[in-house]
């Protein structure tokens, strides 16, 4: 049975982070964990999430300095390059998407009626593309077995042949 992931909700929208959860919770097993700003998410980071939702622009009245999602992707990516992170934001600046992609956000998803599918399309493509990576890596780690079996039966082949067990070489050599 396969381990439920991970999934951090990052919005200072109380509302839109628990309709995006119980959407979530509808459609996929996951365990979800909101945040209303990018700081407690970084702090949470230890926990292990496989996804992030990250909203682009969040305000934070105790600090009207906070970083905005860029800048907190930046920072989650230095920590742990291998997290999926996915902006779900209200700017819709090409520029802000491009900048996101750029710094490693797997995608980027402006808030609208059809959000909540696109990102539901989004996790579903993400966990095909790890599906094709673990596949991936059992393919090459068995070609590599069978070149070293292959190569094992030449050697012998070889051995046998000087001791003079093998009288004549199979056809193939």
């Keep these: 049975m396969a ?4 999934i951090f909700l990052v919005d200072d929208d109380a509302v839109n982070n628990e309709m995006l959860k119980m959407h979530l919770q509808k459609k996929f097993n996951l365990e979800i964990i909101t945040f209303s700003n990018g700081e407690d998410c970084i702090r949470n980071l230890s926990s292990n999430p496989d996804y992030i939702v ?31 992170i996915i902006f779900l934001s209200g700017q819709e600046k090409i520029e802000v998407a491009v900048d996101t992609i750029k710094y490693g956000a797997y995608d980027y998803i402006v808030k609208n009626q059809s959000s909540f599918l696109r990102l539901e399309n989004c996790l579903t493509n993400i966990s095909k593309h790890q599906a094709l990576v673990r596949q ?26 000087a001791l003079g067990i093998a009288v004549e070489w199979p056809e193939w050599m």
Excluded: C, H, W
């Design 136 to 161: 991936a890596k059992a393919y090459k780690f068995s070609t590599f077995l069978l070149g070293g079996v292959i190569v094992g039966i030449i050697v012998l082949a070889i051995v046998l042949k």
């Design 54 to 84: 990250l909203d682009y622009r969040m305000s934070n009245s105790d600090n009207p300095d906070a970083a905005d999602g860029l800048e907190i992707l930046k920072r989650i990516k230095q920590i742990n390059p291998d997290i999926y």
């Design 3 to 6: 381990s439920v992931k991970k």
